[in-house]
C-alpha cells in the first residue's frame, strides 16, 4: 500500500525543468556579432551597389538622366522588355497551373520526369538555353533551312526573345503552386465531386481560392525574372539596337560604349522596376501568410 502511494506521489510530482536559456540562447555578443556579419554583407553586396546605381544615374544632373531614358533606344528597349514579359508571364502562368494541377492530382508514368524537366532551367545556364534555340532555329539549326525557305525568324527577331526567355522563366509558377498544392491535399476536390462539381467549376470555385496567393506570388518572381533576364536573350537577340535589345541589353551596350552615366540611368530603371516587384513579393507573402 505505501509502494503504490508513493509511485502515485512520484507520478504526480512536477518533473523539474531545465534552466531557462541554457540551451536554446546563446551570450548577447554572439547574437550582435551575427547580426552585425550579416548587415555588413548585405552593406557590402547589395546596398552599396545600389546606392552606387543611383549616385551613378544622377551624376551629371535629372536633365542628362532624363534624356537617357528619352533616348529611343532605350524606350525600344524598355518596349520591348514590358511586351516579352506580357508574353510569356500568362503563357508561363497557364503552364505552370497545368503542372500543378497534373503533378499534385493524378498518378502517372513519367511524373518523376516531368518534375525534373520543370526543374532544368534552374541547372542549365541561360547561355546554355539560348544556345539550344540557336541550334534549333538559327540559320545552320535543325529548322533553319525550312525557316529561311518560308522567310520566317526566330532568331534575331521577337519569336526567339519569347522562347528564351519562356525557357528561363516557365519553373517559377509551378514550382510555387507544387508543394502548395501537394500540402492541401484533395478532400476539398473530392467532396466538390461528390456534391455534383465537376471540371472547370471545381477548378474555379474549389482550387483556385486555395492557390491564389501562391498563384500570384508565382508570378510576380516569373515577371521579375522575365524583365531581368540577360543570358538567354543575349544569345538570341543579336543585339539589334533598337530592335532586339531589352533593357538588360541596353544597359550593356551603352557601357561598352563608354556611356556610363545614360548606362546607369537605365539600369536604375531596371532596378525600380525590381525593387516595385520586391514590394509586390512581400506583400503577397504576408497576404498568403494571413
Known sequence: MSQAITGRVIAHAPVPSAPANRVTSEAPWVKWTLIGAAFL????????????VLTEALKQGWSVYIEALQDPDAMSALQLTLLVAVITVPLNTVFGVAAAWLITKFQFRGKGLLVTLIDLP???????GGLMYVLVFGAQGWLGP?????????????????????????PFVARELIPMMEDQGQQEEEAAVMLGAH?????????????????LYGIILCNARAMGEFGAVSVVSGHIRGGTNTLPLHVEILYN?????????????????ALATLVLKSWFGRMRVH
Open 257 to 273: 560604349e563608354y556611356q556610363f552615366s545614360a548606362s546607369f540611368a537605365v539600369a536604375s530603371l531596371l532596378l525600380l522596376l
Open 122 to 128: 534552374f541547372a542549365i545556364s541561360p547561355v546554355v
Open 41 to 52: 554583407a548585405l552593406l557590402w553586396v547589395l546596398i552599396l551597389p545600389l546606392i552606387l
Open 199 to 215: 471540371g472547370w467549376r471545381i477548378f474555379w470555385q474549389v482550387t483556385l481560392p486555395n492557390i491564389k496567393w501562391g498563384l
Open 146 to 170: 525550312w525557316l529561311d525557305e518560308h522567310d520566317i525568324k526566330i532568331i534575331f527577331a521577337l519569336p526567339g526573345i519569347i522562347l528564351a526567355t519562356m525557357f528561363i522563366t516557365f
